[in-house]
């Protein structure tokens, strides 16, 4: 009897050795690989912070570029309206070589005013042309 109390005293003895052993290296392998989980955090918290940073830059020349876009449309939009050149004679070289002239330095004086269609007759009177017709508002097929 002492000796199976004995025999069995070694067995659980060996048991805990064992499991002690096996521990061990249980808990060296998870060590491992917190160790390696930790790494690769660090690096991808690495890669997210520079990637938030090139982001915010991205973002800001975008704002930047938004606003100076504005400001380019808004001058755009306030600039004077500009004026087609003027209509006369298709012979004469000076009217074809005019530049689109601003509202506000146009400036036309006459004792005599005249409807525009008036203008345009006398246009078309002087230059011996002819208007030209309408056609009628319901054609048929």
Known sequence: MEL??????????????SQEDFNKTELEKYKQLYLEEL????SLSNKLNKTNERLAEVSTKLLVEKQQSRSLFTTLTTRPVME???VGNL???LD?????IPRENLVISSSN??????????YLSKDNRKPIEEEPSNPTL
Do not use: G, M, Q
């Open 91 to 93: 012979n004469n070289s």
């Open 113 to 122: 005013p005249r409807t525009s269609n008036n203008s345009l007759e006398n």
């Open 4 to 17: 199976r109390i004995k025999d069995l005293e070694s067995e659980l003895s060996k048991i805990k050795t």
């Open 96 to 100: 074809h070589n005019r530049k689109l």
């Open 39 to 42: 790494k690769v955090r660090r």
């Open 84 to 86: 087609p050149p003027c």
